[in-house]
């Protein structure tokens, strides 16, 4: 009666290990893992507290961005004073910084951080304990989920925040893609197509031209009158000859176009322009040319099927090398078709005019240009790490010579460290350069020859001994260069300045829209993360209840039915200690009568 009394007064049917050793075992570990698991819902409070506040950081600055952006593109309005909207630029950038500096939780801030290296998964993640377990063999651990900072610092000590450059700006990538001007604010590999616009990068590559030269100015005012009895314009065209290096080009073209003998020596022909040659191609002329495209077609009509041909309307660049083409209405131009072997040349000579003018002809030459090689201007970079990625940063591209068709490569900075026997990932000279494309390059490209030809250039040529090709037939390059981490910014966007640099408002703008979407993906990043943090409490929560009343099915006593067995208990007690004294009584009433 003692112990159930006992159970009554606990409500535990369990109360000491002498009760059930096993059953008392269990539950007080298990008594001592839900302690643990408050401690975790505790710890997920907090957690969400920082990513809440992180949150309304990254929200708001995306709002003033907006602004930003708004302003940068009112900035473009011709008339608009561009130092005073400078001025209240200044003022959102102030205000963006001061978001990320204020937004910490007990001193722990995730906008403005201090992580040595930002790409690195190992340093950059923020951890939170989300659960306590224990193995099936009684062992006990505590389970951390992470965020990585890198997907949602604004600024950070080292640089790498979504406001700041990205420290793994790949550049030139050793010259196989070249700055078009300015060199960007943001680095989008796929842009790189060959794009003009200012500021932008494009593939290297290298192209030949055909042989070609301008002819003088058709007569200004006056008119080619084959009429006359006899008229006519007689030359030699000799086209495709070939020579060792014709332009006695050095350094580069030096290297590239050096070609062995025995040279052809072009072919040759005897071209006449009469009265007849008009009138079968403009019977309504009447035998007289009056512009430079007449007799652009007239030349064409008698050079085209001999490998030449002529354009009217030539023009220049005025002035010189502005970019500005300007067509001059008088001027030809003559160049070869290539047709003729693989060389690339055109010449006229012995030029003579009987009872007409030459209509801009002249005695000239011209080799064309061999394209089948190109010179790297290298810089030294680093194929950096990429977070959880082991390989790190990939770079692939495609490469081509000769209009061949093109093959595609990669690498990254597991397979530099390889090559190279580093563990920094970096190429450093042109030398490692070169190996590293003749890695690349000699199983689908024999005849390349890849070469170092000073601490700056990386010259790739094909091997004249296997190709003799010159001028427009010839070209070799890179194309569809692709970076895995790209598009990046590679600017602060604490220094951006439209009044020391109104030329680059557009740029600005574009800079802007990247980082903005970047902000944009951490931010989802975060209320992912804030969606796990508040799915784990929820599951805590029911995991304490559910331990709680298991634990209670172990050792919790049946009150109803301890309470039952008490009052029986009792009354057994009570019909025990009457019938002793209905017993204690008898007996002396019998020992009365023998007395």
């Known amino acids: ?54 949150y309304t950081g990254l929200k708001a600055v995306i709002d003033i961005l907006g602004d930003f952006k708004a302003k940068l593109v009112l900035a473009r309005e011709p008339g608009i004073d561009k130092a005073k909207v400078q001025k209240e630029l200044e003022q959102l950038k102030q205000q963006v910084q001061g978001i990320a500096h204020a937004a910490s939780f ?34 006990a651990a505590v389970r951390e989920m992470d965020l990585h900072l890198s997907a949602i610092s604004l600024f950070n000590s080292t640089e790498g925040g979504l406001l700041q450059r990205d420290v793994r700006d790949l550049e030139t990538l050793g010259g196989l893609r070249i700055f078009n001007g300015l060199k960007p ?17 494009y593939p290297k ?67 006449t322009i009469t009265k007849a040659d008009i009138d079968a191609l403009y019977p309504a002329l009447g035998g007289v040319i009056s512009t430079n495209t007449q007799f652009a077609a007239v030349l ?47 010449e006229i000579a012995n030029l003579t005019s009987v009872g007409v003018g030459t209509g801009g002809l002249k005695e000239s030459s011209a080799f064309g240009s061999r394209g089948s090689g190109v010179i790297l201007g290298f810089e030294d970079f680093i194929v950096h790490e990429d977070g959880d990625n082991l390989d790190g940063v990939e770079i692939s591209f495609t490469f081509s010579v000769n209009g061949a068709p093109s093959t595609s490569h990669s690498f990254d900075r597991t397979y530099v460290n390889k090559l190279l026997g580093k563990d920094s990932g970096k190429v450093e000279t042109p030398d490692e350069m070169a190996t590293l ?57 604490m220094d951006i300045d439209i009044a020391a640099n109104p ?20 931010t989802a990043t975060l209320g992912a993360f804030q969606k796990r943090i508040d ?27 301890a309470s039952t067995r008490l009052k029986a208990l009792q009354t057994q007690e009570q019909l025990g200690i009457q019938s002793l004294q209905i017993a204690n009584a008898n007996s002396e009433n019998i020992m009365a009568l023998f007395r």
């Not at 007990?106 to 040595?116: A, C, K, R």
């Open 1 to 54: 009666m003692a112990a159930v009394q006992g159970q009554v007064s606990s409500g535990l049917r369990i109360q000491t290990a002498g009760d059930n050793a096993a059953y008392w075992s269990i539950t007080t570990t298990m008594r001592s893992d839900n302690a643990a698991i408050s401690a975790v819902s505790d710890a997920l409070g907090f957690a969400a507290a920082k990513a809440d506040t992180a």
């Open 106 to 139: 007990s001193g722990e801030n995730w906008l403005n951080t201090d992580i040595s290296n930002i790409y690195d998964f190992d340093f950059n993640k923020a951890s939170s304990i989300s659960a306590y377990t224990r193995s099936a063999s009684g062992g």
């Open 205 to 271: 590559a290298g192209g030949g031209s055909a042989g070609g030269f301008a002819l003088d100015d058709f007569p200004d005012g006056s008119i080619l009158d084959f009429t006359a009895p006899g008229a006519q314009i007689s030359f030699n065209i000799v086209l495709d000859k070939e020579a060792s290096n014709p332009n006695n080009q050095v350094g580069t073209a030096g290297e590239l176009e050096d070609l062995p003998g025995p040279f052809y020596g072009g072919h040759s022909k005897s071209i």
């Open 300 to 346: 064409n009509s008698v050079l085209n099927t001999e490998g030449a041909t002529v354009f009217a309307n030539y023009g220049d660049y005025v002035p010189l090398g502005s970019g500005n083409w300007v067509h001059n209405p008088k001027k030809m131009s003559i160049s070869t078709t290539e047709k003729n072997g693989d060389g690339s040349y055109v």
């Open 535 to 561: 799915m784990q409490s929820e599951f805590t929560s029911k995991l304490m209840s559910t331990i709680d009343k298991g634990i209670g099915r172990l050792i919790d006593a049946d009150m109803n039915e």
């Open 185 to 201: 604010l943001t680095v989008d590999s796929t842009k790189y197509d060959n794009s003009l616009l200012s500021g932008w990068m």
């Open 503 to 522: 030329d680059r408002i557009a740029s600005y703008i574009d800079y802007i829209d990247i980082v903005t979407e970047r902000i944009i993906d951490g």
């Open 437 to 493: 494309l003749h890695s690349l390059l000699d199983a689908d490209w024999p005849d390349l020859i890849i070469e170092a030809k000073s601490p700056t250039e990386v010259m790739l040529k094909l091997d004249p001994a296997a190709d003799r090709k010159w001028g427009s037939k010839t070209e070799i390059g890179f194309n569809n260069i692709r970076v895995s981490i790209e598009p990046i910014p590679v600017m602060q966007f």
